[in-house]
């Protein structure tokens, strides 16, 4: 099967400026709701957001002791409180996996894979950690996090998705534990000396998704 098979049915959505967290929320959950019930089609979309926290459904309030000013939204995926801000690249996929294999831990991994080979592409030597969440990278002497994820299934419909820091204010992050993780840093391409991140990050994801769509599904690109 060729990619243009595979991603076909999907709308690739790029909004510029920054998005409202409520009504990008609102969009997801309407979204999910058409997938499901008026077989609309399939969303990946990038955006970015103004400053502001979420909390997971994991999230712990000892974790939250100087928001900054900052908003706090509820944001009903999974995992625990996170940063959204400009200069990250955040991305909602909306996906059926009733149509996709009814696998959630496929989705995930498939997922983790996708953001590791984007990375690569920009010569970033992203990896999984073990008992960690997230995308992690050497950075000096230490491991630090360049991107986060958090999902969200309703009636099989995949909703949030991931973050990864291009040129974010990394300052921010400190009002938070990110994702329950305190002894490491979290960094950005900008860090790690990539330079044009969101111009060359967006292009490797959109080059990726029709592999990411096949690992999700099992297949071999080329059989």
Known sequence: MT??????????????GLVPYPEALA??????????????PE?????QHPPLYTAGTSADPA????????????????GRY?????????????????RRGRDIRRFVHSLEEWLIASLAQLG?????????????VRHGNTEAKVGAIGVRVRRWVTMHGFSVNLDPELSHFSG????????F??????????????????????QGLGPFLALLAGMNLEA
């Open 3 to 16: 990619d243009e098979q595979l991603t076909g049915q999907i709308e690739w959505r790029v909004s510029p």
């Open 27 to 40: 969009e997801m959950e309407n979204r999910a709701r058409a997938i499901r019930e008026e077989g609309a």
């Open 43 to 47: 969303l990946v979309w990038l955006l």
């Open 63 to 78: 974790e939250l002791f100087n928001p900054q000013g900052f908003p706090v939204f509820e944001a009903g995926r999974g």
């Open 82 to 98: 996170t940063y959204h801000g400009p200069g990250q690249r955040v991305g909602y996929l909306l996906l059926d996996l009733d």
């Open 124 to 136: 970033v030597q992203a990896f999984r950690a073990e008992g960690r969440i997230g995308i992690w």
């Open 176 to 183: 938070i534990v990110p994702c329950g993780i305190a002894a």
């Open 185 to 206: 840093p979290v960094t950005s391409l900008a860090e790690l000396c990539v330079s044009e991140g969101e111009k060359r990050f967006d292009l490797a994801l959109k």
